[in-house]
């Protein structure tokens, strides 16, 4: 695996990188579409106010007055006609009008008809919105991983935003609801228009294990906080990603060749691990006892008997090993995790 080479990115990424600055590029794209109409408007507004100026002998606010009366069609107004150099004076303005007129009606049509103005608003009100999220969790790329973590924070109801590299993926985000940024995650600046110094978690779903290494040391700097989940192709870069700051690492093909191994060898086991996705209303989730909270105070086993329903499986003593069997008699206080499996509604009244 290549490490970042010169100019701070990972090799073999950088042809990936597209519109760090997403926004301010669209907006610059959008306004030079109507550069030319606003060009010849105005030169006709000046060209106008200097022929009536000259040839009339008006004044420069009546010579602007009479220019704008005669390129919106209302006429040339009350006063005295023209004299003959200002008929003919007239009479060019008005196709002058006209040409920069229909330029601007063009222009307008095609970028309207191109959804591109259309484009621009939402991803503004999606800029927006992104602005606005706090205790997020930002997860680089929207490929097979990527797409399976959105659907899972989806299911549990908590905020995420995709950063995706790919501008022909866009659509498909849109179309699927996702928040999203454009741009390389391993852009310190990409990272930052995502919040990443408000989010609760990163995860790393890139394709390149040189790139995940990168965005984690970045990621790291920007948030000390942060818990990084980071996707490994290799075995070897699994160990430069805890180096780099990751809390996690995964190798996707690891799991998937463990899971098919059980399905050959232990197919009951799998069936006690499908638990932890029985549907929408049961979720496994990890809850930290906080002073004066509910579980404060009360032993495993008073816990179980308060909240029916719910499956203590796992305890965390501050500074110590999670133990998979906990003595019933321990006594929760601050600090401590437990991780459950039980219906939202009991879940969520454990966490208050």
Request: net charge neutral; glycine share 12%; proline share 5%.
């Amino acid at each position: 695996m290549r490490l970042p080479g010169r100019g701070g990115r990972p090799r073999g990424v950088s042809a990936a990188l597209r519109d760090a600055n997403g926004d301010r590029t669209r907006w610059e794209r959008l306004l030079g579409r109507f550069r030319l109409p606003v060009l010849l408007v105005t030169v006709a507004l000046l060209y106008g106010t200097l022929g009536y100026w000259l040839i009339e002998g008006q004044s420069l606010l009546d010579a602007l007055y009479t220019t704008v009366l005669t390129l919106s069609t209302v006429g040339v107004g009350t006063g005295p006609a023209p004299g003959p150099g200002g008929k003919v004076f007239t009479i060019s303005l008005i196709f002058f009008g006209v040409v920069a007129l229909f330029t601007a009606i063009g222009v307008g049509a095609e970028v309207v008809a191109s959804g591109e103005l259309g484009r621009w608003m939402r991803r503004s009100r999606m800029d927006r919105s992104v602005d606005h999220l706090s205790g997020h969790y930002v997860i680089c790329a929207y490929g097979r991983v990527g797409r399976a973590v959105v659907a899972e924070l989806r299911r549990q109801g908590r905020p995420g935003v995709v950063i995706e590299s790919k501008p022909e993926l866009a659509e498909v985000l849109e179309e699927h609801g996702v928040l999203h940024l454009g741009g390389d995650a391993t852009d310190e600046q990409v990272l930052r228009r995502a919040g990443i110094e408000r989010a609760t978690g990163l995860v790393c779903a890139v394709d390149s294990d040189a790139a995940n290494v990168f965005i984690t040391l970045t990621a790291r700097a920007l948030n000390p906080d942060l818990r990084i989940i980071a996707r490994a192709a290799e075995s070897a870069s699994v160990d430069k990603l805890m180096r780099a700051g990751a809390d996690e690492v995964v190798s996707p093909y690891g799991l998937s060749g463990r899971r098919m191994a059980l399905l050959a060898l232990q197919p009951s086991v799998l069936e006690v691990l499908d638990l932890l996705d029985l549907g929408p209303g049961i979720r496994l989730e990890e809850v930290v006892v906080r002073p004066g909270s509910r579980l404060d105070g009360l032993t495993v086993l008073e816990a179980r008997t308060r909240f029916a329903g719910v499956a203590i499986l796992a305890v965390r003593e501050p500074g110590r090993e999670v133990d998979a069997n906990p003595d019933p008699h321990l006594r929760l206080t601050s600090g401590h995790l437990i991780v459950v499996l039980g219906p939202d509604t009991i879940l969520n009244r454990m966490a208050d």
